[in-house]
């Protein structure tokens, strides 16, 4: 007796795997288009999180003197003239810069306990702005010749020449710097100046 059921053919044995393998083929084609394009999602918002991200107060700009030198001799009638330079050392630009600086003979050898003696007035100096990493010379003059006294005293080193200084600056954040300098003349054998024992301040 024959049996009613015929065999499947080898064509129809074969119809299923392939349907299974086309599908399968489909679902990881998609899955890996799927996985790329979260990988570039994430990639694309990283960048725009980066750059959309705040300025922090370790990138705001930090200005201080990179070097003082004086132009002699200190003699009597002679009018010394000074440049210092002004750095930013900071990683975003100084704004809004006011500077005032004064030369002055200090009439002893010791610096009195007192605070800065100079602050900002409405002659100070406006120079824009300083980048990171710049450098800005600024140019200071005695008020009037060294007189006689002056000129001795000086060659005596019992008197100095001093500038005293400020500079004020905005950061990248809108926030208020001070830099307050005090740079003394007491090697008359160099042009360079050094900074004071104190009144050097940089917030």
């Not at 370790?58 to 002699?72: E, F, Y």
Request: proline residues 6%.
């Amino acid at each position: 007796m024959t049996s009613s059921l015929r065999p499947e053919s080898s064509a129809d044995q074969e119809e299923v795997p392939l349907g299974q393998s086309r599908s399968k083929g489909f679902l990881n084609k998609h899955r890996y288009l799927l996985v790329g394009s979260v990988v570039i999602l994430i990639v694309i918002s990283s960048i725009v999180l980066m750059r959309g991200k705040p300025p922090q107060s370790a990138d705001r700009a930090r200005v201080n003197v990179q070097d003082a030198t004086i132009v002699g001799p200190l003699v009597q009638h002679n009018v010394p003239t000074a440049t210092v330079l002004l750095k930013n050392i900071g990683h975003s630009p100084a704004l809004t810069i006011k500077v005032r600086l004064v030369m002055t003979v200090w009439t002893a050898n010791t610096f009195p306990d007192w605070d800065m003696p100079l602050k900002l007035t409405t002659d100070s100096e406006t120079i824009g702005e300083i980048g990171p990493g710049s450098v800005v010379p600024q140019t200071v003059s005695l008020i009037a010749p060294l007189t006689d006294v002056q000129g001795m005293h000086l060659e005596r080193k019992d008197w100095f020449i001093v500038i005293l200084g400020i500079v004020s600056y905005a950061d990248i954040l809108g926030n208020l710097h001070e830099t307050k300098l005090c740079l003394i003349w007491q090697e008359i054998t160099t042009q360079h100046l050094n900074p004071c024992e104190k009144w050097n301040e940089t917030d």
